[in-house]
């Protein structure tokens, strides 16, 4: 596609729920990152996949985190038994070649925990 | 530990306006400087990116500064409209090659007519 796609762009769950957030990052593009952005706070890094290579999953903040890239493309981050700290704007971004400037965001799902 | 300190943390300008944001950064090595946009809903927008070697960077009414040395980055925005509210991020990068960025927290950016 044209930019980086993400779904929902609005999850409301309750706690101890699990979740799928779902990035489609630009067609090409070898690298795929994930990011948190909690109020008022600056964008946290959670994990980063290039190509076939493991991914940098140093971000994740707890085991109740992961991710995964399916066949280079589409990627989901997972939560699960979600927590109120949880809620926070999940967002997805994509480049190529890695590390390269040319960084696109895709607009983020924002999760609320209830 | 790597940082990126933004000021001020929120602004509010006359349409028409000037105004000028700064972005501090302890990032070592350092690779390159973004000052991104952010509405409100929406994921980050780059405007300006800068390597170590230059000092300025214009996109439209928004002109972005680096000075290397004292570590410190500014966006001017001049002439400003209704449509520039937003927050604007300012990111650097650390390495050559290196994925993971250092986000500053932003800076809300409110014109009013």
């Known amino acids: 596609g044209a930019g980086v796609s993400q779904s929902p762009s609005n999850k409301v769950t309750e706690k101890g729920k699990d979740v799928e957030l779902r990035c489609d990052p630009i067609s090409g593009h070898t690298a795929l990152y994930w990011y948190r952005q909690s109020l008022g706070q600056g964008l946290e890094f959670l994990i980063y996949f290039q190509g076939n290579s493991a991914p940098d999953k140093s971000g994740l903040p707890s085991d109740r985190f992961s991710a995964e890239r399916t066949g280079g493309s589409v990627s989901t981050l997972t939560i699960q038994r979600t927590q109120q700290e949880d809620s926070a704007v999940y967002l997805c971004a994509s ?7 040319g960084y696109t965001f895709g607009s983020g799902t924002r999760l609320t925990v209830v | 530990k790597n940082q990126v300190e933004q000021s001020p943390q929120s602004l509010i300008i006359l349409e028409g306006k000037n105004c000028t944001l700064q972005c501090n950064y302890t990032v070592s090595p350092f690779s390159n400087l973004r000052w991104y946009k952010q509405d ?22 928004y002109t972005a500064t680096l000075d290397a040395d004292t570590k410190q980055s500014s966006l001017h925005i001049t002439a400003s409209q209704l449509s520039d509210s937003a927050s604007y991020i300012c990111v650097v990068s650390g390495g050559a090659g290196s994925y993971q960025l250092t986000f500053g927290k932003g800076t809300k950016l409110s014109v009013i007519p």
């Open chain 2, 40 to 61: 409100t809903g929406r994921g980050p927008v780059s405007l300006t990116i800068m390597t170590f070697s230059e000092n300025t960077k214009s996109n439209g009414r």
């Open chain 1, 95 to 101: 480049s190529s070649p890695p590390g390269t400037p």
